[in-house]
């Protein structure tokens, strides 16, 4: 039990390096969610408010990739490293049972976005290749 102890020390540590070196390149290049507002900028249309939840659901989509990638090895690490300890093989199995269900989670919550998107006329967000056809070429 000490070994564990002393590896817990050492992988959560690293777990948590990795999440801050995987996000900082979105927050560092993080741009405004529309082109659009007060006087100097042009007026917001209905397309903008379309580029603002696409920018919003790229962010969210890399964070929750990030973090089922990091629940997946936690949950494999703690079920290889268990050694037969059927508390901790109960408990690795909840942590990748878990991950699945996000996994599922948000596949559901991309088919349904993208359902809402071509009912109003837009590019599915997986489709997008530059502008919204709702919106007006500029």
Excluded at 51 to 65: F, G, H, S, W
Aim: glycine residues 6%; neutral net charge.
């Amino acid at each position: 039990m000490r070994g564990f102890l002393s590896v817990k020390k050492v992988i959560l540590p690293l777990i948590t390096i990795a999440v801050i070196f995987f996000l900082i390149p979105l927050i560092v290049s993080a741009q405004p969610l529309v082109q659009c507002g007060p006087y100097p900028l042009r007026a917001c249309e209905l397309c903008d408010l379309f580029e603002m939840i696409a920018r919003i659901y790229a962010l969210a989509t890399a964070v929750i990739i990030a973090l089922i990638i990091l629940f997946v090895m936690y949950g494999g690490f703690t079920y290889l490293t268990s050694l037969g300890d059927p508390q901790r093989l109960k408990s690795a199995m909840e942590i990748l049972k878990g991950a699945g269900i996000g996994l599922f989670v948000f596949v559901f919550a991309f088919v349904i976005i993208s359902q809402i998107y071509i009912a109003v006329g837009a590019n599915p967000p997986a489709t997008r290749t530059d502008i919204w056809d709702i919106c007006p070429l500029e």
